[in-house]
């Protein structure tokens, strides 16, 4: 048993470092894509002088000046609550992980690319961990005692509750047809049968766009919008904890991206089985894991690629849109796909 | 075996705490720190900030967390029928339609209610 924890806390901290290393490279990817957009070049110095192309040591220098700023903790807030939202921002971001795959798991898999397996209610936890991020959010924009951020937290939470439904409802199809809220049972699924966006599209877009909405994205990063708000809930904070918001909800589009691959990509598999899921061994292993994040990196460059495309919507369109269209229509999604399921089950 | 893998998410939740708390407490002991009048001010537009930020606000925000509420318990409700649906038969179907039909009659007031309309 203690070599067990001991194995998993290690497998835990490659976890964290790697997923926080991804982070630290996506935002440089993020500039590099903004700037691409917008025809410029982005960051490419940092790392000149040591003969490092491209700016690559750009990240380290952002990280570095996160540390080295002077933290400027305003008079007027309410310091508890300040100190702590920054802090519930990142754990939630992090402990979502817990139950998703990495790649293949099972009983006959040398190694379990996930930090909990074989925990049955799988899908739930990470929904319900997500919402819990809402609270740094609030608190930090209530604790900041500053109008811009109390705005942005106050509309953050009416945006983050809204489109928790539609997010929830989307994945019931694919949990319905797969009958598990185990992540690596719908894959496996989506392996014999076909990929989840096939069979669930209409559930894949609520899914996609609620997606965006619960991780503050453009179209819809009304929270932060700095047009208008100056930077929304996290007008008043500096260095670090402006960074640990900024870690946070890139975690938050990790999470997202993986979620989207295992939910309606195939996860590790391949479509017309060109992956051999039985298979097993260190080699197909590895290829899995590979196949698992060239998906996850085209969906990350896809959720960067929309934040360039769309502009803002309007605050009242926002709500519109979630309880108007997308609750309702993910309640059709849900009973037509129950009733096609049953003919399926009645005809055979 | 069960109780083992959320210990694990426990051990999880320890590394995150761990990773959240340690740049706080390195920034705290290593990064300048010049206290000035002007710099722990409310950052708004340079004047002294006017009136009070933490005011009550409207009744709007409640609604719609009353109509989440609703809604999410029954998402709540929605996913353990998802799951084993392939064992309940055809009357399953009949009885979740049945409930739907009734929260979607709530939402339905609600709409013709105004209520869903943002001002």
Known sequence: ??????????????????????????????????????????????????????GLLQPLADGAKMVLKEDVIPGYVSRPLYMLAPVIAIVAAMIGFAVVPFGPVGPNQ????????????????????????????????????????????????AQLISYEIPLGMSILGMVLIAGSLDLNQIVNWQDRRVWGVVVQPIGFLLFLVSAFAETNRLPFDLPESEQELVGGYHTEYSA??????????????????????????????????????????????VFKVMVLLFKVALMILFIMWVRWTLPRFRYDHLM???????????????????????LIYSSR | ?????????????????????????????????KRSLAKSDTYECGVRTYGETWVRFRIQYY??????????????????????????????????????????????????????RWV
């Open chain 2, 63 to 116: 609604i719609y967390a009353l109509m989440f509420v609703v809604f999410d318990i029954e998402t709540v409700f929605l996913y353990p029928w998802a799951v084993s649906y392939a064992g309940l038969g055809a009357f399953a179907l009949i009885e979740m339609i049945v409930f739907l039909v009734i929260l979607s009659v709530g939402l339905a007031y609600a709409w013709a209610k105004g209520v869903l």
């Open chain 2, 1 to 33: 075996m069960v109780i083992n893998n959320y210990i694990f998410i426990g051990l999880l939740l320890l590394v995150a705490i761990t990773f959240a708390v340690l740049p706080l407490i390195v920034v705290a002991v290593i990064a300048p720190r």
């Open chain 1, 1 to 54: 048993m203690l070599w067990v924890a001991i194995g998993i806390l290690l497998k835990i901290l490659v976890v964290v470092s790697i997923a926080l290393g991804t982070v630290a490279y996506l935002i440089y990817v993020e500039r590099k894509v903004a700037a691409y957009a917008q025809d410029r070049v982005g960051p490419n110095r940092a790392g000149k002088e040591l003969g490092i192309p491209f």
């Open chain 1, 110 to 157: 040398i190694m379990n690319f996930q930090i909990a397996p074989n925990i049955n209610i799988g899908i739930l936890y990470v929904f319900a961990i997500g919402s819990l991020a809402v609270y740094g959010i609030i608190l930090a924009g209530w604790a900041s005692n500053n109008k811009y951020a109390f705005l942005g937290a106050l509309r953050s939470s």
């Open chain 1, 240 to 285: 670090m904890k402006f960074g640990m918001f900024f870690l946070g909800e890139y975690l938050h589009v990790i999470t997202v991206s993986y979620l989207t691959v295992l939910l309606f990509f195939g996860g590790w598999s391949l479509p017309f089985h060109l992956l051999n899921q039985n298979q097993i061994g260190f080699l197909s292993a």
């Open chain 1, 320 to 342: 519109d849109l979630a309880w108007k269209s997308l609750i309702p229509l993910s309640l059709v999604n849900l009973v037509a796909t129950a009733a096609i399921v049953q």
